[in-house]
């Protein structure tokens, strides 16, 4: 089945403990990014990549990093975590950065 | 910059009550106008792109229409699981690729 998967889907951790949130898509598409959703605020991109090797940030990239190794992977990794990073995050992956964008099963992160 | 908006923010209907979700954008060169559903706890799962005025799209009991300036989203005697959240989003044709959402519309359809 075609699908973009997330691990963990839960996850409660402290100030800064350093955390990956991990994605991987069966689908072999070149475009995948990151998203957090926040009440009243909608989607909103963390950072993108349009190829392996090649990321970039979108538009609340503080805070975060990623990395783009392997084509099917995209990890997200934030290294000092606050509270206002508490949020509901999704990974999403197209076939170009054109296509159409098909998201994961989300990752919900309270930061204490 | 890239805007979107959607309305109403929640939308309560009986089964079969037809209804419409509107899309107002802004965006400096339409790539493609996208709905997404949303059901609680999961992502957004795609139903449409729509890509110039004129251009609609039909999947069961929804269909999608597109205007310069706006897109609805018409549900035509809708049933209780059609209950979900639906999102709107734009893609721009100059230069970035991000897709700028909307905050979505909250439909409940009561039995």
């Known amino acids: 089945e075609a699908q973009v998967t997330q691990n963990p889907r839960y996850l409660i951790t402290v100030t800064g403990k350093k955390l990956t949130v991990t994605c991987s898509q069966n689908?072999?598409?070149?475009?995948m990014s990151w998203y957090r959703q926040d009440p009243g605020l909608g989607l909103r991109q963390i950072y993108y990549?349009?190829?392996?090797?090649?990321?970039d940030k979108g538009d609340v990239p503080e805070g975060y990093k990623v990395s783009r190794k392997e084509k099917r992977n995209f990890p997200l990794i934030l290294e000092s975590p606050s509270p206002n990073q508490t949020s509901l995050y999704f990974c999403?992956?197209?076939?170009?950065?054109?296509?159409?964008?098909?998201f994961g099963p989300g990752t919900r992160l309270l930061v204490l | 910059e890239d805007q979107v908006t959607q309305s109403p923010e929640a939308l309560r209907l009986q089964e079969g009550e037809s209804s419409s979700l509107n899309c107002s954008y802004t965006?400096?060169?339409?790539?493609?106008l996208f709905w997404y559903r949303q059901d609680p706890g999961k992502g957004p799962e795609f139903l449409f792109t729509?890509?110039?005025a004129g251009e609609e799209k039909e999947k069961e009991r929804l269909k999608a229409t597109l205007t310069k300036k706006e897109s609805f989203l018409h549900i035509t005697a809708p049933k209780p699981e059609d209950s979900a959240t639906y999102l709107c989003?734009?893609?721009?044709?100059?230069?970035?690729?991000?897709?700028?959402f909307g905050t979505g519309t909250r439909l409940l359809v009561s039995p």
């Open positions: 689908m072999n598409h070149e475009y």
């Open positions: 989003a734009v893609q721009s044709n100059t230069g970035f690729q991000k897709l700028v």
């Open positions: 965006v400096s060169g339409l790539r493609g």
């Open positions: 999403a992956s197209s076939l170009t950065v054109w296509g159409t964008q098909y």
């Open positions: 729509l890509y110039s």
């Open positions: 990549s349009m190829n392996v090797e090649v990321t």
